[in-house]
């Protein structure tokens, strides 16, 4: 069955960065995209960016532009959300999820998600 | 890209339909067939209830179905159950790959 596992919890200073795994099982990982969301406490969800599948092309919202940077390793299956300059207001529950395939518009279908990092920012 | 916009609350009896409307703009909503619904509980990952306007993921039951005009997509819930009661959030492509979530609905079943 498909799976997606994130590394754990995470304590952060004020301007550190952080790096979440997300490392996936049960079906081709180049098949499809995994995009990055998060939710602060009692807040709603927030799209981050995302990593094709197939050429592993990224692409980001405007807020996070230039302090976030998605990755993968291929060999490891395994998906990467680095975050720097990292403030208070980052404190959040990160999540990655597995969209629906390489077709136009399967961004729409996350039908597979990790369980979620806890990052809190706190000096 | 600002959030697209959902009520904050709804509300409805177990039995009765409810629908939480997203509304976006011509650049986003209206302009693409993309937009999803997620349904979460405190504490979890969302769920994918519908995706591309109107389509429903093996499993969902045929309870949900989605639905826009112009520049406002759509959710409604028939029959509702008491396991409904969660948050929802609308979904949308919103051109040059990016996406966005919309501010999220809490459904009470009273």
């Known amino acids: 069955q498909v799976l997606l596992v994130q590394s754990g919890a995470e304590l952060k200073k004020p301007g550190a960065s952080v790096k979440v795994s997300c490392k996936a099982s049960g079906y081709t990982f180049t098949g499809y995209a995994i995009h990055w969301v998060r939710q602060a406490p009692g807040q709603r969800l927030e799209w981050m960016a995302w990593i094709s599948g197939g050429n592993g092309n990224t692409k980001n919202s405007q807020k996070f532009q230039g302090r976030v940077t998605i990755t993968r390793d291929t060999s490891a299956s395994t998906a990467y959300m680095e975050l720097s300059s990292l403030s208070p207001e980052d404190t959040a529950v990160y999540y990655c999820?597995?969209?629906?395939?390489?077709?136009?518009?399967?961004?729409?279908?996350?039908?597979?998600w990790g369980q979620g990092t806890l990052v809190t920012v706190s000096s | 890209q600002s959030a697209l916009t959902q009520p904050a609350s709804v509300s409805g009896s177990p039995g009765q339909s409810i629908t939480i409307s997203c509304t976006g703009t011509?650049?986003?909503?209206?302009?693409?067939?993309?937009v999803s619904w997620y349904q979460q509980y405190p504490g979890k990952a969302p769920k994918v209830m519908i995706y591309e306007v109107n389509k429903r993921p093996s499993g969902v039951p045929n309870r949900f179905s989605g639905s826009k005009s112009d520049n406002t997509a759509s959710l409604t819930i028939s029959g509702l159950q008491a396991e409904d009661e969660a948050d929802y959030y609308c979904y949308s492509y919103v051109g040059s790959s990016t996406w966005v979530f919309g501010g999220g609905t809490k459904l009470t079943v009273l």
């Open positions: 999820a597995r969209d629906g395939g390489s077709y136009y518009g399967s961004g729409s279908l996350l039908n597979y």
């Open positions: 011509s650049s986003d909503v209206g302009s693409y067939n993309l």
